[in-house]
């Protein structure tokens, strides 16, 4: 039996050490992915959730304290060839533009050359390293002996600077050294500089709402609370295999608790054979019931005979379907007709009647009061899918879908979850109500603040979340680095169970996983609050506010008709006096 909805994940962020390096100083885009397979079973989803389950052992809830990580001003520079010179490498100054007496270069080994810092302060660093090659070049910086992360280097034959950044070195000496993957690197300086970012790192929100005017009030209370949370609790969420719930009850027969929210796929929303899409709304009609918070990311197969996902296994082509017709609330036919008359592309009405297939599928979920965290086009920036072959294109879908679902179907359970992973590829904060990114660094259990941080550059007047992760980072380093996402979703599949049916803990020990789930600073399913109630309590706050404005607005007509009135007899009193004179 396989658990396999998708067998790995798509997108691969490499971030170690807290030091998430240049790319994400810049605002650019996150690490291109590995390629991966999709695999997806059409007819028959091994699911537990029905078998029987096991007696299911309770734990006592841990209280994480966050260690207090203050900032210390700090700044040192030195340059390459006054650090330790052995084995190979050497010192040279044929190379122009560098700094000091010369650069290092010809490091075959770790141990060839490095540099140390001597810090009375442990705390965040920003680590900056000039390079310089001749060929593009892939190498490893490392800190005490740990590795940080891999860096790229352009191959201009210029030095160039490449910064690290938060990364928590502790006080006393820190050894830099370079991690030689490919030859022909030169070294010409090192600069160290504490960094103030975490310890400025807020999670505070100004006056947040949902873009959709309209949202229903289930709606709006899932949004209200995710927002209020943001900051103070990490929400859990647990990605599912199609059409049931066997991750998220491996989750519970693990550490005694489900996940606050259930990740599914509409993948299969646009197949012929539809019996397992109607599994995998009753599977989230039923989570909702049960109090917990429904989530959907689509993997769209691209509208055409293959019906693939990836960039490069379909012909289909976004930028053909883009016009600038507005078709948005027009029917079907008449988008045809607007095609028959040559207007827009056969591409254009094959997106929309797609939209509009999946649409149909979360107008159940509407209909039934469920609000949804809807994530569709996932991961775009990285060119892996159809939807990522071109940024205007990528945007003008993205808004044509905003449109057509939110004021043609009036879907109005939905909160928008954006996922591009590239500042440039942003639709723009009128058009999504959370920014999230995709996380695979497996074995790496840093808060990743650093991503938070990318994504508030972005925008900081939305929560943000880590929508996938190949493992839960450790609680405590969400803590100590104030990485207090929103929520965070657990991929499934094969990163969490084996064929078998049974825990895999590859990516997450069983040990792992009971404290994630059972301490003060996570929100699990039995922590959420009754969101029916809540959303009661938003409905009668606001027809209070509208009684109010009303009344006001009446009070102030009133008066304003009594001046006038006052007015108007002053005058005839004055007019009446004048005549009599």
């Known amino acids: 039996m396989r658990f396999n909805r998708i067998a790995a994940a798509t997108a691969v962020f490499v971030c170690a050490a807290s030091g998430c390096g240049a790319q994400i100083g810049k605002n650019e885009s996150m690490t291109p992915p590995e390629k991966t397979t999709v695999i997806t079973t059409t007819k028959a989803i091994a699911d537990d959730s029905k078998a029987e389950t096991p007696e299911v052992k309770g734990y006592e809830e841990i209280k994480v304290v966050a260690n207090a990580i203050p900032y210390v001003k700090y700044y040192q520079t030195y340059n390459a060839e006054t650090g330790t010179v052995k084995g190979k490498a050497e010192v040279k100054s044929e190379r122009k533009g560098f700094k000091g007496k010369g650069y290092v270069t010809n490091i075959s080994a770790e141990e060839d050359w490095c540099h140390d810092f001597e810090l009375t302060d442990s705390q965040y660093y920003n680590l900056s390293i000039t390079v310089a090659s001749d060929v593009p070049c892939v190498n490893g910086i490392s800190v005490n002996g740990k590795k940080i992360q891999d860096f790229s280097v352009s191959g201009s034959g210029k030095f160039?600077?490449?910064?690290?950044?938060?990364?928590?070195?502790?006080?006393?000496?820190?050894?830099?050294?370079?991690i030689p993957e490919d030859s022909g690197l030169d070294i010409d300086y090192l600069n160290l500089t504490a960094s103030e970012d975490i310890s400025k790192l807020s999670q505070k929100l100004t006056e947040p709402a949902l873009v959709n005017k309209n949202a229903d009030y289930n709606t709006k209370a899932v949004y209200q609370y995710i927002c209020e949370n943001y900051g103070k609790q990490v929400i859990l969420g647990q990605h599912d295999t199609?059409?049931?719930?066997?991750?998220?009850?491996?989750?519970?027969?693990?550490?005694?608790?489900?996940?606050?929210?259930?990740?599914?796929?509409?993948?299969?929303?646009?197949?012929?054979?539809?019996?397992?899409?109607?599994?995998?709304?009753?599977?989230?009609?039923?989570?909702?019931?049960?109090?917990?918070?429904?989530?959907?990311?689509?993997?769209?197969?691209?509208?055409?005979?293959?019906?693939?996902?990836?960039?490069?296994q379909t012909d289909f082509d976004i930028k053909k379907a883009v016009t600038t017709e507005k078709i948005a609330q027009l029917s079907i036919d008449d988008i045809k007709k607007l095609q028959k008359d040559g207007k827009v592309s056969e591409e254009c009405v094959a997106l929309v009647e797609d939209i509009d297939t999946v649409s149909e599928q979360l107008s159940?979920?509407?209909?039934?009061?469920?609000?949804?965290?809807?994530?569709?086009?996932?991961?775009?920036?990285?060119?892996?899918?159809?939807?990522?072959?071109?940024?205007?294109?990528?945007?003008?879908?993205?808004?044509?879908?905003?449109?057509?679902?939110?004021?043609?179907?009036?879907?109005?359970?939905?909160?928008?979850?954006?996922?591009?992973?590239?500042?440039?590829?942003?639709?723009?904060?009128?058009?999504?109500?959370?920014?999230?990114?995709?996380?695979?660094?497996?074995?790496?259990?840093?808060?990743?603040?650093?991503?938070?941080?990318?994504?508030?550059?972005?925008?900081?007047?939305?929560?943000v979340a880590i929508s996938e992760c190949g493992n839960f980072p450790s609680i405590q380093s969400v803590a100590d680095e104030k990485a207090m996402w929103s929520y965070i979703g657990q991929w499934g599949g094969n990163y969490l169970m084996t064929d078998e049916g049974k825990l895999s803990e590859e990516f997450n020990t069983a040990a792992d996983l009971i404290t994630m789930y059972n301490n003060n600073l996570t929100v699990t399913r039995d922590k959420l609050p009754d969101f029916t109630h809540l959303a009661s309590t938003i409905k009668e706050s606001e027809q209070k506010a509208a009684e109010s404005s009303s009344k006001a607005d009446e009070k102030d007509k009133a008066e304003s008709g009594g001046d006038k009135t006052k007015k108007s007899d002053d005058s005839s009193a004055a007019e009446t006096t004048k005549k009599k004179e």
């Open 160 to 178: 160039e600077t490449i910064t690290f950044k938060n990364i928590y070195i502790e006080k006393g000496t820190a050894k830099i050294s370079v």
């Open 242 to 312: 199609i059409g049931g719930t066997a991750e998220s009850n491996m989750i519970y027969q693990t550490t005694g608790k489900y996940p606050a929210i259930r990740f599914g796929d509409l993948m299969l929303a646009t197949d012929k054979d539809s019996v397992v899409t109607q599994e995998e709304i009753s599977a989230a009609e039923e989570w909702a019931a049960q109090g917990g918070i429904v989530g959907y990311m689509w993997h769209w197969a691209a509208p055409d005979d293959k019906r693939e996902y990836y960039a490069d």
């Open 364 to 463: 159940k979920l509407r209909d039934e009061g469920v609000a949804v965290l809807w994530r569709p086009l996932h991961e775009a920036s990285n060119g892996s899918f159809w939807w990522g072959k071109d940024k205007k294109a990528y945007q003008w879908l993205w808004k044509l879908m905003y449109e057509r679902q939110t004021e043609y179907h009036k879907l109005n359970n939905l909160i928008w979850v954006w996922s591009a992973q590239n500042a440039e590829w942003y639709v723009g904060d009128e058009y999504c109500d959370i920014l999230s990114c995709d996380i695979y660094d497996d074995g790496n259990r840093d808060g990743q603040a650093n991503i938070m941080l990318f994504l508030q550059s972005i925008s900081k007047k939305k929560p």
